[in-house]
């Protein structure tokens, strides 16, 4: 259980919002409990199974990272929320933060999905995990859209934006048509075109494109 959690927070040192309590309790229990000779060697083998195979696992799910710039308010986030293997309640929280209605303030549980379809469309680009990706928008109030959709034909009445599975984003320094192909290219779900307004749309809807 030591080289576990060694290992884990190794795992976690470059990830956001380091929480160390758990290995000091799991140590003091340790060290509390009664274990015979064999227990300790039987528990040590099993141990470096463990870290063994949650290296494997790492290896296979590096950490997911988003750095988002809201250009309406300023506001910049960076958080990790996937890592070892799970999603990241915390790295979570933030960007449905991040990627909240920025007119009403409404949030919503954003999709995981559209977030790590954010994360390979930027890896297939090669772009820096630590770049920020410009949002343009996110989550939309039934509110902010009904005032979208009256004023513009291009914006659907039941969007995906509604539904936290959308997002419109642009990459600092990447041509939006590079970032339409590498989107069109994961088939993840909806892709808009947008170059007159700066953004691309991507949904986790179903596989479809526009522009
Ligand atoms: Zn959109």
Redesign the pocket.
């Known amino acids: 259980m030591d080289a576990t959690n060694a290992h884990t927070i190794k795992e976690h040192a470059h990830c956001h919002a380091l929480r160390l309590e758990p290995l000091f309790d799991r140590n003091r229990h340790l060290s509390n409990a009664l274990f015979s000779r064999r227990d300790l060697i039987n528990g040590g083998v099993a141990a470096l199974v463990t870290a063994a195979l949650s290296e494997r696992v790492s290896a296979r799910a590096p950490e997911r990272r988003l750095v988002l710039v809201n250009p309406h308010n300023g506001e910049r986030y960076d958080a990790c929320f996937f890592a070892n293997g799970r999603y990241r309640a915390d790295g979570l929280a933030e960007l449905n933060h991040a990627m909240r209605d920025w007119r009403t303030g409404a949030t919503r549980k954003m999709d995981p999905g559209l977030l790590d379809l954010l994360v390979r469309v930027r890896d297939r680009l090669d772009v820096p995990p630590r770049k920020a990706l410009k949002l343009?928008?996110g989550y939309r109030s039934p509110k902010t859209n009904r005032a979208l959709h009256a004023r513009s034909h291009g914006?659907a009445s039941k969007?995906?934006?509604m539904l936290g599975k959308?997002?419109?984003i642009a990459i600092p320094g990447v041509p939006l048509s590079h970032l339409r192909s590498a989107a069109l290219s994961l088939r993840g779900g909806g892709v808009?075109y947008?170059p007159n307004d700066g953004?691309v749309?991507?949904?986790t809807g179903a596989l479809r494109h526009w522009s």
Do not use: I, L
């Open positions: 343009v928008s914006v969007s995906q934006h959308a997002t419109d808009g947008y953004f749309h991507m949904d």
